[in-house]
């Protein structure tokens, strides 16, 4: 008799189905240190304590391919690089920035062999010089750095490499000096130190967008709101307890070990790489910098028309 009254009411859907564990999109998780927050609101169950059940993350290889993968199924919520996410929008994607996941560029930095004698970006002129192809994020970082040290393209053997191979060719002796990430750099830091960072000329600057569907947007907008401040209450777990915060995002890592993390996210904590979602305008313009030298934006880039800012919560700044 009570298993045909369960039928009959969920027949009539008076019954409510079981939540169904979800995933959202982010770029190179457990690779790099936008990871940290998310692995954390994984691991302390920050997301089911605020009434949505996220309970992991489909990682993509960047570029557009996370937008893509949103709008192709599961939760419409994603992390997602500026100039990627500005191109979509401009594709006349239907995605919408929600917030912001990152507004400091401190973990890329110019290393060279411990035993170099190359000790600032000056000393850069006229050596063999790593670095990306023209129109990357990274390439123009360089130039930047470059500038800062009085110095142009022209100065240096510019070589173009990727991270893997920059490192193996620095060990080699094939160029001085190339580009490396947290948290690689805190996992070789016996190995090289830092001659130039880019939160050193560029101390603000947008890096990650957290964006949205129109779907989730219109459909399902307290899970949006959720989400968000699920993420926001892992960045300040971070900033509260940083060590506490390494060793439970370590897991989820791959390629380091648990004392890696910790010293990448002191680093990083320490100048308030991770964003609570808020906007900042100044990090917004030096984004806006970048793509224009990119190729990826010409003139000003209107931010505030991509942006849905109504479900970010308590204490994150909005845009509008």
């Known amino acids: ?23 959202i999109h982010l770029s190179h998780y457990g690779e790099v240190m936008p990871s940290i927050p998310w ?22 290889q960047g570029g557009g391919t996370t937008i893509r993968n949103m709008l192709a199924g599961g ?3 994603g992390e997602s690089a500026g100039g990627a996410t500005v191109a979509g929008i401009n594709a006349g994607l239907p995605v919408k920035i929600v917030g912001v996941g990152s507004d ?15 000790k600032t970006m000056k000393d850069a002129k006229g050596k063999k010089f790593g670095i990306t192809t023209p129109g990357g994020v990274t390439y123009v970082y360089a130039l930047l750095l470059l500038k800062q040290a009085g110095l142009t393209l022209d100065d240096v053997t510019a070589v173009p490499v990727g991270t893997g191979a920059g490192l193996a060719a ?31 000329v560029m101390p603000r600057i947008v890096t990650l967008f957290l964006v ?22 892992a960045v300040d777990f971070i900033y509260s307890s940083p060590k506490q915060a ?25 100048v308030k790489y991770w964003s609570n979602g808020g906007f900042d305008k100044a990090a917004l313009g030096n984004l806006n910098t970048v ?8 003139g000003n880039v209107d931010f505030a028309a991509m942006t849905d800012d109504r479900f970010l919560p308590a204490g994150a700044q909005h845009l509008k």
Do not use: C
Not at 41 to 59: C, E, H, L, P, Q
Not at 291 to 298: F, H, I, R, S
């Open 170 to 200: 620095l060990d080699s002796g094939a160029i001085d000096t190339s580009y490396e990430y947290e948290p690689l750099y805190s996992r070789d830091e016996a190995k090289y130190r830092i001659i130039a960072n880019v939160g050193d």
């Open 75 to 77: 939760v419409g919520f």
């Open 104 to 118: 400091s560029a401190a973990d890329y930095a110019w290393v060279v062999p411990n035993a170099s004698p190359l």
């Open 39 to 60: 692995a954390v609101a994984f691991a302390r169950g920050m997301f089911k304590a605020n009434g949505v059940d996220v309970t992991g993350a489909i990682s993509s």
């Open 1 to 23: 008799m009570t298993r045909t009254i369960l039928a009959a009411l969920a027949a009539l859907g008076l019954l409510a189905a079981p939540v169904r564990a979800e995933e």
């Open 212 to 233: 949205a569907t129109q779907d989730l947007i219109d459909k399902q907008p307290d899970k949006l709101r959720a989400i968000l401040l699920t993420h926001k209450q």
């Open 246 to 270: 390494a060793d439970i995002a370590a897991k989820d890592m791959v390629g380091v070990d648990q004392a890696v993390v910790e010293r990448s996210v002191a680093r990083l904590a320490a």
């Open 291 to 298: 793509l224009n030298l990119t190729g990826e934006a010409k």
